[in-house]
């Protein structure tokens, strides 16, 4: 019997796709998107209030040497309100947090940080998510870490839980 | 008790397909002609195995019916709200109800097999048997040990959380059992190739077994995926009607194989030619349908058929792939060697023209496979890419195009040998009719080239795939004969769809005030209202919209925006107008601040052929079935007098003369 080495192709391929398929299968699968932005420096921009009671936000608001937090909210967003008190509790640390509120009401912001408090210095409107895409968040809330010169160094992705709070010190230690 | 009598029959099954392994290996290990004592059970145990598999199925569709909430798969998808028509189509709308339906239909090609395949030597039967029972045994395990649909839960629910809206159609009644059932129809010839290969019988004789099996599987396929893409197209709101989506490419991958193995299994059958290719096809056949179900039930990959992902089935089905696919490879690359060469034949003739296909036709699978496992290459190397329309469509036409132009000249080749001069009318004829319509086309507007040159193949084809009957008395073409006219025929009036949908398709999206008008092509469609609907389980914003052609009676068309509230989900329902020479799609999207609202139409001409196409090509392929039965049992039944006729000689003779 004459055994042709091309026979043994199909079972060559099919092997190699088992394998990647088998290796892949075993790799965890990541539910979120995450930035493609992180490293780089923000994207331009420069939004209105989102309600009287705060200026709105710009880059220019990042610059001047200290890392902040920026976080993507919104009124309307359950787990917004779940993390307003680890916001809170960053504020109390001494950290300065930057909102950017999606697709947002004045009187709704207004309304939301009169109920659950208010952790910003300034607020952004962001009425068509030009920004929260250009920084490459895919959903609300998410919380980026902006070193002080700008730069995107670190993304949260989901509300910030009480354990968080740490994780997101310690980014912006490393962001000094 | 529906639960237990489903299960039962489930392990009773799985018991029989063990059965039915061990019976047919000892018909293969007796060999032909002699007798094995367990060698008589294979048969039995492979029809009984299908009706208990199929009495199993019947059973999840009866607590499905009755909205049995103390079954678990019950509770997590249906809905006593829910019509009857989507608690029953609910049954195989989820992942251990579709299990159970492939199971099933596993099982019941195995039964008739079984049941009605007498032409094949004993110990081929056997093995093929052997191998239909080992593939289902792996089957019953999965479904058994990792998907056990019949589940109860500890206390009744309530209610049902209901059945994801999108399935929520008719399409889901006709799509997944027809393709289902082409899909696992193919591990009939999966098996015969395997039993083939095994005994080394690999003949015209076994080709004529197979060919009926794999025409049915094929039939059921192209049933399959023209109902899907249909379904699609009008169900998504997108407007297209194919999105090279990995699911739908987990169709279409064994439908090339298919396509393939069925024209190679003629020229075995004919010529006895193509051993090896054969058997590679009837291998490589379902295991392309196994590795669809792979994809698409271990979420490896996105898709728009967001099914649930569970990493822990997705390894159990890997290793039943590693298992068959991977084993019959490697008794392919050890046996293949073996099987005995075919008959010879020259580069032009109608087996030259067959293998030329067939090689594009596998190419193009090649090409479809990697672009749909290319973003799983890519994540291990963490890169996120989406593989789409711009690489499949040109990288599938470099191969398509050539193949349609062997596809218009093949056919009235001479088997064996041929002179490309006998030809050279029919060629010439082609290649005016190609040119001609191109020409003709671009010279109204410029075009994309791929609808363009698409226009000139489908005129080409269509003229050539009548060609074949020119010159004959056409009562005296056999029905085979006309399938392949009519198929080839179906290609030519799809790809003419096709084509003029990537050309001609005219969309426009516009923000309108009720009372508005907008243009499309040559209607003019006005927002009459929008109001509020309410359906069994749903509401919806319905938009009235009144479509004039060409000034003349307006027709209603009533595009709706729905929401289901169990489980809550927003569909987008689209309006269709159909006229014989295409379609207008019309969509309503969101209201804008101003009150007006975004309508989305679109004027696709001739849409509707590709469809048509479809079922012009599966029409094909039951001529193609009924002919070859056809002439099987009259040549049988010519067999079987001819030897009652010598039987009754025998024993006049034998008569001592008087």
């Known amino acids: 019997m004459k055994t042709r080495l091309w026979l043994w192709v199909p079972l060559a391929l099919f092997a190699f796709f088992a394998g990647l398929a088998g290796y892949m299968l075993t790799q965890p699968k990541d539910q979120f998107v995450e930035s493609t932005m992180i490293g780089e420096p923000l994207p331009d921009f420069a939004l209105d209030p989102a309600f009287g009671g705060l200026p709105g936000a710009a880059k220019a608001d990042f610059a001047g040497g200290r890392p902040r937090l920026l976080n993507i909210w919104a009124s309307w967003c359950l787990p917004c309100i779940a993390e307003a008190p680890q916001l809170e509790a960053l504020k109390a640390q001494g950290v300065e947090i930057i909102g950017i509120a999606i697709r947002d009401r004045p009187e709704d912001v207004a309304r939301f940080l009169a109920r659950y408090g208010n952790p910003y210095t300034r607020i952004g409107s962001d009425r068509i998510s030009e920004v929260q895409l250009a920084i490459g968040s895919s959903g609300v809330p998410e919380t980026f870490v902006i070193d002080g010169e700008g730069v995107i160094r670190y993304q949260h992705i989901g509300d910030i839980r009480a354990d968080d709070v740490a994780v997101l010190l310690a980014e912006l230690e490393k962001a000094k | ?658």
């Not at chain 2, 979420?299 to 997705?314: I, K, N, W």
């Not at chain 2, 218009?408 to 082609?430: C, N, S, Y």
């Open chain 2, 1 to 658: 008790m529906i639960a237990e009598i489903g299960l039962a029959a489930l392990w009773l099954a799985a018991a029989l397909a063990v059965l039915q392994m061990v019976s047919g290996a000892a018909a293969l290990r007796a060999g032909e002609g002699a007798v094995d004592p367990l060698a008589i059970y294979a048969r039995p145990a492979a029809i009984v195995q299908a009706v208990l598999a199929v009495l199993a199925f019947l059973m999840l569709l009866w607590a499905f019916a009755i909205t049995d909430l103390s079954i678990k798969l019950v509770a997590t998808n249906s809905h006593s709200m829910k019509p009857l028509i989507y608690k029953l189509t609910g049954t195989w709308g989820n992942h251990e109800g579709s299990m159970l339906l492939w199971v099933g239909v596993l099982a019941l090609s195995g039964g008739l097999l079984a049941a009605f395949e007498k032409r094949l030597p004993q110990n081929t039967m056997g093995a093929t048997l052997a191998v239909q029972g080992f593939v289902a045994l792996g089957f019953y395990a999965f479904l058994l040990l990792s998907s056990n649909p019949f589940e109860r839960l500890p206390v009744p629910a309530v209610e049902g959380t209901g059945l994801n809206p999108l399935l929520q159609d008719i399409g889901l009644a006709i799509h997944p059992p027809t393709l289902y059932a082409g899909y696992v129809g193919l591990s009939v010839a999966f098996s015969l190739a395997m039993g083939a290969l095994l005994t080394r019988e690999v003949n015209p004789n076994f080709a004529r077994v197979m060919r009926p099996w794999v025409l049915g599987a094929w039939v059921l396929l192209t049933l399959g995926i023209t109902a899907g893409s249909y379904w699609a197209y009008y169900e998504l709101g997108w407007g297209g009607w194919w999105f090279w989506d990995p699911v739908e490419n987990a169709s279409f991958m064994p439908w090339l194989a298919a396509t393939a193995l069925m024209h190679s299994v003629s020229v075995l059958a004919a010529r006895d030619a193509l051993r090896t290719w054969t058997i590679m096809l009837g291998v490589l056949a379902f295991s392309m349908s196994m590795l669809g179900t792979f994809l698409v039930r271990s979420g490896v990959l996105t898709s728009v058929h967001a099914f649930a992902v569970d990493p822990e089935r997705g390894s159990f089905i890997l290793a039943l792939l590693g298992l068959y696919i991977g084993g019959a490879f490697t008794i392919f690359a050890l046996r293949a060697g073996a099987v005995a060469e075919g008959k010879r034949f020259a580069a032009v003739s109608r087996e030259g023209a067959l293998v030329f296909n067939n090689v594009m036709l596998s190419a193009i699978l090649a090409i479809v496979l990697l672009g749909t496992l290319y973003p799983l290459l890519t994540e291990a190397f963490n890169v996120r890419v989406s593989v789409g329309p711009p690489y499949f469509n040109p990288a599938s036409a470099i191969f398509a195009v050539p193949m349609f132009l062997v596809m218009a000249v093949g056919p009235i080749l001479r088997w064996k040998d041929d002179k490309p001069a006998r030809i050279q009318f029919e060629v010439m004829l082609v290649a005016a009719l190609l040119i001609g319509v191109i020409a003709a086309v671009s010279f109204f507007g410029s075009f994309p080239f791929l609808p363009l040159l698409g226009l000139g193949l489908a005129a080409a084809l269509a003229v050539a795939a009548i060609l074949p009957l020119r010159g004959r008395k056409l009562t005296r073409v056999p029905v085979a004969t006309w399938g392949m006219v009519i198929a080839h025929f179906g290609v030519a009036v799809s790809l003419f769809g096709m084509a003029c949908e990537g050309a001609f398709t005219e969309e426009r999206l516009a923000a309108v005030a009720p009372g508005g008008t907008e243009q499309v092509g040559d209607f003019s469609v006005t927002l009459e209202s929008v109001t509020p609907v309410a359906g069994p389980n749903w509401t919806a914003l319905e938009a009235r919209l009144a479509v004039s052609q060409n000034g003349g009676a307006p027709v209603i068309l009533a595009p709706q925006a729905r929401n289901f509230w169990s489980p809550p989900q927003a569909t987008s329902e689209s309006a269709l107008l159909t006229r014989w020479d295409g379609q207008l799609y019309a969509v309503i999207g969101n209201q804008a601040e101003d009150g007006r609202w975004q309508i989305r139409v679109w004027w696709k001409p001739f849409v509707t052929f590709i469809w048509y196409g479809g079922l012009l090509i599966a029409l094909g392929g039951v001529l193609a079935i009924a002919g070859r039965v056809r002439v099987d049992v009259k040549r049988r039944s010519a067999v079987a007098k001819a030897d009652a006729r010598r039987a009754d000689l025998e024993a006049l003779e034998a008569q001592p003369a008087e």
